[in-house]
Each structure stands twice: as C-alpha cells, then as structure tokens.
C-alpha cells in the first residue's frame, strides 16, 4: 500500500542553520506530494504542494523537489528563524479521492 | 484561519459514551475528510464525503459514523468510547488536490 516515511525528530538548529527534513514514499500510479505543518495548538496547514515529477514546490523559503527516481520529496530551507519551529508532516495523495496519507511527522526546534 | 470549522474544540468524556463531532467546510467545498492524531497511530485518514455521499473509507472504527447533510456540513459520530479514542480529530476540507485543515477537536475519554 501506500506509505510515507519521513526522518525522525526532533531535529534542534540555531537561528539562520540550514534545514533539510527527509521523506521518501511508496506509491502506485503518480501521486501528489504535500509539506504541512502544524504550530503548537493548531491545526495543519498546507506548506507547499507538487503534483508531478521534477516539480518543486516553495511557500516562505521552504522548497522540496518531487523526486520520482529516489521517491523523495525532501524539505529544506536554507535559514531557519525561531518562528520555523513546528512540526511538519510530509504526505502523498493518490488515486481518485485524494485522501492524504501522512508521515509520522518531524519536530523542529529552532534556537535564537 | 483556514475557513474550516470545527465544533467544540474540547470534550472530556467517559469510556462508553457517545459524543459528535461537527465540521463546517469552506464555503464552496464540497469534499470533508476526517482524520484522527494519535501519539501512537499519528495522522490518519478516517472518511471522505462529497456532496453528502461517502467517498472513501480509511481506518475507521465500526464504533465510529459519519454523514455530510444537505448544507455539507459533517458531523462525526463516536460510540462505545474507549480509552484509546483519546485523540486531536480534524476535519479538512477540499477543492481538487488542496485540503484545508479545521483547528481540531481534542476529545479526552476518561
């Protein structure tokens, strides 16, 4: 079935460290792949999206490139602030109803 | 803010009850899925409904029932709590590939 594997946290940076957060995913046919994040007491929130393979997705200095040859999308971001910390899921819809299948999620923790 | 809501944000409860969970999708949206956040199980897909018929099933409980109504909002309904249905529940709401998460229903069975 499909599945999404992402590292494990927490992941501890100072301010402006560089940020990569890994995810690789088992899927059939081409799915979408998907960076939400979760602020402590909220709900997800859409990060960046790809619909195909080779297409990277980017929203507030966050990029990942849909790898369909590593079956990766990983996360990075080049300086991180103390606002960055969350935690953040991949995901991956595919099939017809896009329901989302999730990644255990990494926590981030960043430091001034 | 999303546009998605979620009704109440908190419910304390004891094992055996029943409780319902509301969800009112963005205006225009006529998908609703259901997930559940776990410390155990992390996120998962419950249901889909579009349009007011089930759409897609995910690992839902035989204890657990949902419906979307005429106005699409859904409403999820719990029964026979058990200890391990403590959880965070979101609803999201959806057109095409982009979903949009609600704040969430923490739900404590005690």
């Known amino acids: 079935g499909n599945s999404v594997t992402q590292m494990e946290g927490p992941v501890t940076l100072s301010e402006e460290a560089f940020l990569t957060i890994n995810c690789t995913y088992t899927?059939?046919?081409?799915?979408?792949l998907f960076w939400y994040v979760q602020y402590p007491g909220e709900g997800l929130q859409l990060l960046l999206k790809?619909?195909?393979?080779?297409d990277k997705g980017s929203n507030k200095g966050f990029e990942a490139t849909y790898r369909k040859e590593t079956t990766s999308f990983h996360l990075e971001k080049g300086s991180v602030q103390v606002s960055d910390s969350a935690v953040y899921f991949c995901a991956l819809s595919s099939g017809g109803y896009n329901k989302l299948i999730f990644g255990a999620g990494t926590r981030l923790a960043v430091h001034p | 803010d999303s546009g998605v809501t979620q009704t109440p944000k908190h419910l304390i409860t004891a094992t055996g009850q029943r409780v319902t969970l509301r969800c009112s999708p963005r205006s225009g949206d006529l998908s609703v899925y259901w997930y559940q956040q776990s410390l155990d199980q992390g996120l998962q897909f419950l249901i889909q409904y579009y349009n007011g018929e089930e759409r897609a099933k995910g690992n839902i409980l035989e204890r657990f029932s949902a419906q979307q109504f005429p106005d699409l909002h859904s409403e999820l309904n719990l029964s026979s709590l058990e200890l391990g249905d403590s959880a965070l529940y979101f609803c999201?709401?959806?057109?095409?590939?982009?979903?949009?998460f609600g704040p969430g229903t923490r739900l404590t069975v005690l």
């Open positions: 790809a619909t195909k393979a080779d």
């Open positions: 899927a059939t046919g081409y799915p979408s």
């Open positions: 999201a709401s959806s057109v095409e590939t982009e979903q949009f």
